[in-house]
């Protein structure tokens, strides 16, 4: 059983930064896509970076280009969202997704993605 864990959200003022982390566990990963997804309060959960688990390519959403990056660990097993300059519109729940296949491909749709951690959530103060 796959098992995929965030971690490193919180409270964190306009223009600050955060490293989410996300431990997997549960099988290994080749070239399996590996992203993030964010939820706002209220709204659909929505694509904000993916990578693939040899490390190329990547992929970001518009709104977080240049602020954003997504890389991983493979001696940890842990993928990572480096996230600077943040607003508020970056507030939400924050999720660590990952394909079953190992395909060398980048996925940004939602049902491309097989396994799912619970969450860590980020709210950005003014």
């Known amino acids: 059983q796959v098992h995929l864990v965030e971690s490193g959200g919180g409270l964190v003022q306009a223009g600050g930064s955060l490293r989410l982390s996300c431990a997997a566990s549960g099988r290994a990963f080749s070239s399996n896509a590996m992203g993030w997804f964010r939820q706002a309060p209220g709204k659909t959960r929505k694509f904000v970076a993916s990578l693939n688990w040899n490390g190329a390519p990547t992929d970001y959403a518009d709104s977080v280009k240049g602020r954003f990056t997504i890389s991983r660990n493979k001696a940890k097993n842990t993928v990572y969202l480096q996230i600077t300059s943040l607003r508020g519109e970056d507030t939400g729940d924050y999720y660590c997704?990952?394909?079953?296949?190992?395909?060398?491909?980048?996925?940004?749709?939602?049902?491309?993605?097989?396994?799912w951690g619970q969450g860590t959530q980020v709210t950005v103060s003014s």
């Open positions: 997704t990952a394909a079953a296949d190992c395909s060398y491909y980048i996925y940004a749709g939602l049902d491309q993605y097989d396994y």
